[in-house]
T-cell receptor, first 116, second 110 residues
Framework: DVKVTQSSRYLVKRTGEKVFLECVQDMDHENMFWYRQDPGLGLRLIYF???????EKGDIPEGYSVSREKKERFSLILESASTNQTSMYLCASRVRTGEGGFYGYTFGSGTRLTVV | TQLLEQSPQFLSIQEGENLTVYCNSSSVFSSLQWYRQEPGEGPVLLVTVVTGGEVKKLKRLTFQFGDARKDSSLHITAAQPGDTGLYLCAGAGTASKLTFGTGTRLQVTL
């Protein structure tokens, strides 16, 4: 079975801490994504990466950065955690779109981050 | 930013009932996907619809893509407790990015 693995299911961090969320996929996918999910707001795209060392801002990149040094790993970094970053964070990957095709995302199980 | 509105937000029904979830936008999408998310897990892809007017069936689930490729619906026949979850539609616009809807939380009770 293909897998996207997020390193932690639950995290509690203090305001001002630097937080690293790790995501690893074993499908050799080029594209990887970080979303946050909040009640009533759905999934909002933070950052995505088309390939190694490439990154693009999503809809809500403020307060976040990312790193993609290897194809299988995409890390989300909260430079200085704040309480409004308390959320469920979901990582996803997908193969690059082929001609005429659009492939679905495979998601990890999520990391529920609480910033106190 | 493209927006997708889902309705209803919440739905609580009894086993055996039928239901329809709607996903609407003012934007045109090249394709639209539906996902189901169970508590404590990430969303799982159910279906992708690509052609305007397309209808796809997955057992008791019927998915339809609007003729103008701006809206979609999910119909469940004879709902079962195993259908409980959060249903998300997602539209494909530019490049590889998906825009997700606000979600419909379905509860099916015995």
């Amino acid at each position: 079975d293909v897998k996207v693995t997020q390193s932690s299911r639950y995290l509690v961090k203090r305001t001002g801490e630097k937080v690293f969320l790790e995501c690893v996929q074993d499908m050799d996918h080029e594209n990887m994504f970080w979303y946050r999910q909040d009640p009533g707001l759905g999934l909002r795209l933070i950052y995505f990466s088309y390939d190694v060392k490439m990154k693009e801002k999503g809809d809500i990149p403020e307060g976040y950065s990312v790193s993609r040094e290897k194809k299988e790993r995409f890390s989300l970094i909260l430079e200085s955690a704040s309480t409004n970053q308390t959320s469920m964070y979901l990582c996803a990957s997908r193969v690059r779109t082929g001609e005429g095709g659009f492939y679905g995302y495979t998601f990890g199980s999520g990391t529920r981050l609480t910033v106190v | 930013t493209q927006l997708l509105e889902q309705s209803p937000q919440f739905l609580s029904i009894q086993e055996g009932e039928n239901l329809t979830v709607y996903c609407n936008s003012s934007s045109v999408f090249s394709s639209l996907q539906w996902y189901r998310q169970e508590p404590g897990e990430g969303p799982v892809l159910l279906v992708t619809v690509v052609t305007g007017g397309e209808v796809k069936k997955l057992k008791r689930l019927t998915f339809q893509f609007g003729d103008a490729r701006k809206d979609s619906s999910l119909h469940i026949t004879a709902a079962q407790p195993g259908d409980t979850g959060l249903y998300l539609c997602a539209g494909a616009g530019t490049a590889s990015k998906l825009t997700f809807g606000t979600g419909t939380r379905l509860q099916v009770t015995l």
